[in-house]
């Protein structure tokens, strides 16, 4: 095991202790060493471990953070090839699993990541019972679902990523489009985080003004159905673009991450689209799929029934019988 040295706890007569945040990042590879890096530099947690079996991989990930956590908000950071590393996590992001290849769907990787999470997730749960867990490797929907069945834990506690970054490239596109701040821009890509995914458009609204009805600024023309198509499509494909060009998808993955990591640890009750197992949201369960839902302290609570168009409806349970029918072939 490698873990930095700590300073030892004070006597409980000089200095009461104080509970602090700990996360745990499962997997120290492209996506799990990032996750770490941003989650240090946003202060998202006190502790943050990784485990991963290669120790010596996790090792350096750690000596290397280390080396600058004088530059970061006040943390630590701890790393081993023991599960033992994450005991007593508040929350568990997984990461590891089968690395996607350029010209491989999310739904091709389902088979070794999902044997991977019954081999890892009982581990977990024997030394952080009480955390909430965030599946982020991929496919992320199946394998949340798939989670859900082999832990047993309750659907709040465990959940998938979804398409929190999905959503975020959605309005960083249209951001660019209508010219206007990504901040200023709320739309949701919902559904599958894949290739059945589509965006909310009946909900999406521009600094208050439905996207539907934006009329342009700054010479641009509204959004014609080909335009709204065109960007559906970018967001859709965006992550192959990124896997051709340099193997992987870490940086905003890892930032959309410590989003989700700060809205449980901060008790925030924020609205992210994430992936969760439905019962009865549009006619649609036993299937888990993104759609916006409140995450706070105990993790994935409610699922917020946004207004749908009769389109939009049959496209999410269009998604949802698609990756229920993946879930059917492993025995889900």
Not at 255 to 270: M, T
Not at 299 to 318: H, K
Request: aromatic share 6%.
């Amino acid at each position: 095991m490698y873990f930095e040295p700590q300073t030892p706890n004070a006597s409980p007569e000089v200095r009461p202790t104080r509970r602090t945040s700990k996360v745990a990042i499962v997997g120290a590879g492209a996506v799990g060493a990032t996750m770490a890096y941003a989650a240090l530099m946003r202060g998202s947690a006190r502790t943050v471990a990784l485990y991963d079996i290669n120790a010596a991989k996790v090792q350096a990930e750690v000596l290397d953070l280390s080396h600058g956590i004088q530059f970061m908000p006040m943390a630590q950071v701890i790393g081993s090839d023991d599960v033992e590393v994450c005991r007593d996590a508040d929350i568990i992001m997984v990461t590891a699993g089968a690395k996607q290849k350029p010209g491989q769907t999310r739904i091709d990787l389902a088979a070794a990541t999902i044997s991977l999470v019954k081999k890892i997730l009982p581990q977990l749960q024997e030394v952080a019972p009480n955390a909430v867990y965030v599946m982020v490797t991929n496919p992320v929907d199946v394998v949340t679902y798939a989670a859900l069945k082999v832990s047993g834990l309750p659907q709040e506690q465990l959940f998938g990523s979804g398409t929190v970054l999905d959503s975020s490239r959605l309005r960083y596109v249209l951001a660019r489009e209508c010219a206007v701040a990504v901040q200023n821009v709320h739309a949701y890509m919902v559904g599958e985080h894949g290739d059945s995914e589509f965006p909310l458009w009946s909900s999406a609204t521009i600094g208050g003004v439905p996207l539907l009805d934006w009329p342009g600024v700054d010479g641009r023309s509204p959004l014609s159905a080909q335009r709204r198509e065109d960007v559906a499509e970018e967001v859709v494909k965006s992550a192959y673009r990124i896997i051709e060009g340099k193997g992987a998808t870490n940086y905003a993955v890892a930032l959309a991450g410590s989003r989700i990591i700060e809205a449980v640890l901060n008790d925030e009750h924020r609205v992210l689209p994430v992936s969760t197992q439905l019962n009865d949201y549009y006619g649609i369960s036993d299937v888990c799929l993104s759609v916006p839902s409140i995450v706070g302290r105990s993790g994935c609570t409610d699922r917020l029934l946004v207004p749908m168009s009769d389109d939009e409806i049959a496209q999410l349970r269009a998604s949802g019988q698609s990756l229920r029918d993946v879930a059917r072939q492993f025995g889900f």
